[in-house]
């Protein structure tokens, strides 16, 4: 089986981006990263990408002339990489319709909670661990899911359920998730490098 091409868009730090790196150098996934779209300049994702000799592409929303060439900007890059398969590794925008039309099922995205629990717009990062440690949950965890039209509400491919501890913080418990998101989103991308994933109305069948 040929390797697929991935794109990567981050945010931050991008650890989960050093995850698919780490796992395609080791020939753990079926597939080469051919391009990492960032949208802010401090993005440690950018150093990341540049000590793994991957094109780095920065596009930013409020330097664009307007959300819908930002979303085109997006698009174009990403087929002009020639992508098969798209990883949102701590990418923090909506993508456009058009990208989702042409991807659909083939853009995976992790959060670190377990939907529909705390997810949705403004959700991302500490603000989840601290809304979750604010209601006295007693499980968090994160979600690997597909890409839809809105915010995380793809079909779900993987969850990991994750105690919260009576002593825990923000901080504490992000780094008892983030090892889970890192190996599950692995495994998704693994999955969808070889054509393992289907979906049957939000349901996600492991073939």
């Not at 395609?24 to 779209?37: K, S, Y």
């Not at 596009?59 to 174009?76: C, G, L, M, Q, V």
């Not at 418990?173 to 969808?192: D, G, K």
Request: hydrophobic share 45%; proline share 4%; aromatic share 6%.
């Amino acid at each position: 089986m040929p390797l697929k091409n991935i794109a990567v868009l981050a945010s931050g730090s991008g650890t989960n981006f050093q995850a698919i790196i780490d796992a395609a150098a080791a020939g753990r996934i079926n597939g080469h990263i051919v391009r990492l779209i960032y949208n802010r300049k401090d993005a440690f994702a950018v150093e990341r990408a540049r000590l793994a000799g991957i094109p780095a592409v920065y596009i930013n929303r409020k330097t664009s002339p307007s959300d819908e060439a930002f979303y085109r900007h997006i698009h174009e890059e990403l087929l002009g990489s020639g992508a098969d398969i798209v990883v949102l590794a701590g990418w923090l925008e909506m993508l456009g319709a058009d990208t989702v039309r042409r991807f659909r099922n083939r853009i995976v995205n992790t959060h670190p909670a377990l939907i529909p629990a705390f997810c949705g717009k403004g959700m991302y990062g500490h603000h989840v661990h601290e809304a979750v440690l604010a209601c006295g949950a007693k499980v968090s965890g994160c979600t690997i899911h597909l890409v839809d039209e809105e915010y995380d509400s793809g079909p779900i491919v993987f969850q990991q359920a994750v105690d919260v501890l009576p002593d825990d913080t923000a901080e504490t418990l992000a780094a008892r998730i983030l090892p889970h998101e890192h190996r599950l989103l692995v495994e998704a991308v693994r999955l969808l490098c070889e054509d393992r994933l289907a979906v049957e109305g939000r349901k996600v069948i492991l073939l």
